[in-house]
């Protein structure tokens, strides 16, 4: 897991749709399968490509199958970690890391989905990237508040995963 903390730390300066896009590309890649298992050519850590915000054009479609990827496993790990029974010692450490540094927190976050989730190392630190990354534009009352807003949660209602992204 040591190896998704240091990537999201590595990957956390790239651009939100150079996440979405490489998210995307990654998911596809792996077949859809996030967790690594059954990836072709197998997913890791060295398949992010840390210049690829440097070149060229983002493909559209790319950044539609991420934000997708992306809105399904964020509200996953939002209750994970912000439900009555989330881990309050990893969101504890989350609101610390915040105030301190941004890049520390998605490097905190990336093992929390690795082994909560099961996802793949490389999915799960662009995700922590890019959670943190939303989240700590507005970070005011702590992490789950601020998550919270990010995924238009009402009392009454769940997270919409169909819905469209409001970055």
């Known amino acids: 897991m040591t190896e998704a903390n240091e990537l999201a730390q590595q990957i956390y300066n790239l651009d939100e749709d150079v996440l979405v896009a490489k998210l995307g590309t990654l998911s596809e890649e792996m077949g859809g399968d996030l967790s690594g ?11 992010i490509d840390l ?9 559209p479609s790319a950044i539609q199958v991420g934000q997708k990827v992306f809105n399904q496993v964020n509200a996953e790990a939002y209750k994970i970690l912000c439900t009555p029974l989330g881990d309050e010692s990893t969101r504890e450490a989350l609101d610390k890391a915040l105030e301190e540094n941004y890049t520390k927190a ?6 929390v989905l690795v082994s909560s989730l099961g996802l793949a190392p490389s999915v799960a630190a662009i995700i922590a990237a890019l959670i943190i990354k939303r989240i700590s534009k507005d970070i005011a009352g702590g992490i789950c508040s ?11 209602s769940t997270t919409n995963e169909e819905s469209t992204p409001t970055s």
Do not use: Y
Not at 37 to 47: C, L
Not at 51 to 59: L, Q, S
Not at 106 to 111: C, E, T, Y
């Open 37 to 47: 298992q059954s990836a072709p050519r197998g997913v890791s850590v060295d398949s």
């Open 51 to 59: 210049e690829v915000g440097t070149r060229g054009i983002i493909p």
């Open 106 to 111: 998605a490097g905190i976050l990336a093992p």
């Open 146 to 156: 601020t998550w919270e807003k990010s995924l238009n949660i009402s009392e009454n």
